[in-house]
């Protein structure tokens, strides 16, 4: 069959059971498709249901259901966003919680995040606000790092697989050299925070690294790999992530903004970050198991 509808479950619940399976199914039929047989790819967790036709909006309480076509799952190259993505922090705001400035930050963050405020101008003001910040507290910083489920096994799978790894995000050096290193990318890039030594001088090297980079360093690897585009697998949550997921084969919108969501076919809401493998059709035996840092 064509297409494969992928019901996953937040692993850390495993609420995925025999009546999700045939209620998707009962859906897949009502929209008039040819539904095959449930092939249960983990245990309560994730089951690929293969259909002929078109899925329509399937939705269950607390299952992400994703529909990816049957040829191709496994990608050969991964483009990650970092922040909200493969940690949980967005790190401007915790720069900006040592000046108190947090609440104010955290507010140009997430307009930005959400498209509604152009993310170039929105990252030189949340820079500029952090002007005279001692350098030191980008290790204090660095401590507060809480990496999202799933993301160190996600990544050991594919290397294991063939895949090239890369960790893009509009954030900055400081901290992507650090994730890529402890969760073994195989190259970062991001914006670089300008400092005289002592203290941050409250600006960016250019050019900045937004949504146009993103796209851009997709499109570079995919040469340098000598592999498609459709062969690669992208994931972020921010309105500056939307090029590079609407261009990739398979794009995933992980825990994402509304704007980002509205806009891109693969949504995973409930599942951790594992939840990319399942969708590239690995099953649980498959995974090279890691622990996050």
């Known amino acids: 069959m064509k297409n494969v509808l992928v019901l996953i479950s937040n692993p850390a ?13 009962e859906a897949l039929k009502t929209n008039g498709c040819a539904v ?14 293969p259909f002929d036709g078109s ?37 401007l705001d915790e720069l900006a919680d040592f000046l108190g400035l947090r609440e104010k930050i955290a507010g140009i963050t997430a307009r930005a995040m959400n498209g509604e405020i152009d993310f170039a101008g929105a990252l030189r003001e949340r820079v ?10 980008l290790d204090e910083a660095a401590r507060r790092i809480r990496y999202m489920p799933g ?17 893009v995000s509009g954030g900055f050096t400081y901290f992507t050299a650090m994730v890529c290193a402890a969760l073994g990318f195989d190259l970062d890039a991001a914006n670089v925070l300008r400092h005289d030594g002592q203290k941050l001088t409250g600006d960016v090297e250019p050019p900045i690294l937004g949504k146009e980079a993103k796209l851009a360093t997709l499109d570079r690897l995919c040469v340098e790999r000598r592999i498609a585009v459709g062969e690669a697998l992208t994931v972020g949550d921010g309105a500056n992530d939307l090029p590079m997921l609407q261009a990739a084969g398979l794009g995933v919108a992980f825990h994402a903004k509304p704007v980002v ?8 809401t409930h599942g951790d970050l594992t939840a990319l493998l399942y969708l590239q059709g ?8 890691r622990s996050n840092p």
């Open 36 to 49: 095959g047989a449930p092939d249960w790819l983990a245990p309560g967790i994730a089951c690929d249901l």
């Open 261 to 268: 969501a509205a806009q891109v076919a693969a949504r995973i």
């Open 151 to 167: 993301g160190a096994t996600l990544v050991a799978t594919m290397k294991a697989h063939g895949a090239f790894c890369a960790l």
């Open 55 to 91: 899925a329509g909006e399937i939705s269950l309480p607390e299952i992400d259901a994703v529909v990816v076509p049957a040829l191709l799952r496994r990608k050969k190259l991964l483009v990650a966003d970092m922040e909200s993505t493969l940690i949980e922090n967005e790190m």
């Open 128 to 137: 500029g606000l952090l002007k005279g910040l001692p350098v030191a507290r």
């Open 13 to 25: 619940k495993s609420r995925l059971d025999e009546t999700h399976v045939r209620q998707a199914a």
């Open 282 to 289: 690995y099953r649980r035996s498959e995974f090279v198991e």
